[in-house]
C-alpha cells in the first residue's frame, strides 16, 4: 500500500525549535516529488512548498520562504518541515502529499495524515 | 503569482440535488487545475486532476470542467457522504502550487 505517515501532535512554547516528518512507503521515494501544506484552525489550505527526496531540490512558497526549512533522507524514505524558532501563528494542521506528474497531470494524490502543531506560552 | 478564486463559498444543498461549484485563476493555466475534497478532521483527498480527469476510485457523480482561467466541479446527484469543503489547485506554474479558498458544501 502507498503511504504517507507523519510523526505525531507536537506542543511547543514560542521560540522553540521543531522538526517533524513524513516517511513515505509502498513507492520508490526518490522519484517523485514531497509537497507539504499548512492548514490553521478553521482555515483553509496552504501550499508552502516541495522538495525531489531524490536529488533534495526544494521549491518554496513565497509566502513560506525563509521561515521553514524542508529537507529529506532518502536512506529512511522520509521527508521533513523545520522550524527554528516556532511562533504562536505556527498553530496547525501540516499535511505533507506526494506529487504525481504525466501529461497534464500534476497533483498531489497521496496524503500524509497530518501533525497539529500548537505553539503557545 | 497566479491566484484562485472559488464561488461560492458556501452553499446548502439537499441530498439528490446538482452541486457546481467554481474555480477561478487569475490568468490562463491551461488544464492544469485539480479538485480535492476535504471532511472534517480528514486529509484532502483528489477527486479530478487535470480540469476532468477523474482520480481512481472516485465515484462517477464527480465531474470537472474548464480550461484556461475558468473551470466547474461538478455534483450530479449529492450524497451524504459528498458534504465537504472543496478545493481548487493550480499546477500550472512549475513547482508553484496554489489553492483556491474553498467551498463548503453542506446539508439544507
Known amino acids: 500500500e502507498v503511504q504517507l505517515v507523519q510523526s505525531g501532535a507536537e506542543v511547543k512554547k514560542p521560540g522553540e525549535s521543531l522538526k517533524i516528518s513524513c516517511k513515505g512507503s509502498?513507492?520508490?521515494?526518490?522519484?517523485?516529488?514531497i509537497g507539504w501544506v499548512r492548514q490553521m484552525p478553521g482555515k483553509g489550505l496552504e501550499w508552502m512548498g516541495i522538495?525531489?527526496?531524490?536529488?533534495?531540490?526544494?521549491r518554496y512558497s513565497p509566502s513560506f520562504q525563509g521561515q521553514v526549512t524542508i529537507s529529506a533522507d532518502k536512506s529512511i524514505s522520509t521527508a521533513y518541515l523545520q522550524w527554528s524558532s516556532l511562533k504562536a501563528s505556527d498553530t496547525a494542521m501540516y499535511y505533507c502529499?506526494?506529487?504525481?506528474?504525466?501529461?497534464?497531470?500534476?497533483?498531489?494524490?497521496?496524503w500524509g495524515q497530518g501533525t497539529m502543531v500548537t505553539v503557545s506560552s | 503569482d497566479i491566484q484562485m478564486t472559488q464561488s461560492p463559498s458556501s452553499l446548502s444543498a439537499s441530498v439528490g440535488d446538482r452541486v457546481t461549484i467554481t474555480c477561478r485563476a487569475s490568468q490562463s493555466i491551461s488544464s492544469y487545475l485539480n479538485w480535492y475534497q476535504q471532511k472534517p478532521g480528514k486529509a484532502p483527498k483528489l477527486l479530478i486532476y487535470?480540469?476532468?480527469s477523474l482520480q481512481s476510485g472516485v465515484p462517477s457523480r464527480f465531474s470537472g470542467s474548464g480550461s484556461g482561467t475558468d473551470f466547474t466541479l461538478t455534483i450530479s446527484s449529492l450524497q451524504p457522504e459528498d458534504f465537504a469543503t472543496y478545493y481548487c489547485?493550480?499546477?500550472?506554474?512549475?513547482?508553484?502550487?496554489?489553492f483556491g479558498p474553498g467551498t463548503k458544501v453542506d446539508i439544507k
Open positions: 489547485q493550480q499546477s500550472y506554474s512549475t513547482r508553484i502550487f496554489t
Open positions: 509502498g513507492y520508490s521515494f526518490t522519484s517523485y516529488w
Open positions: 522538495i525531489y527526496p531524490g536529488d533534495s531540490d526544494t
Open positions: 487535470a480540469a476532468s
Open positions: 502529499a506526494r506529487h504525481r506528474r504525466g501529461e497534464l497531470l500534476s497533483a498531489f494524490d497521496i
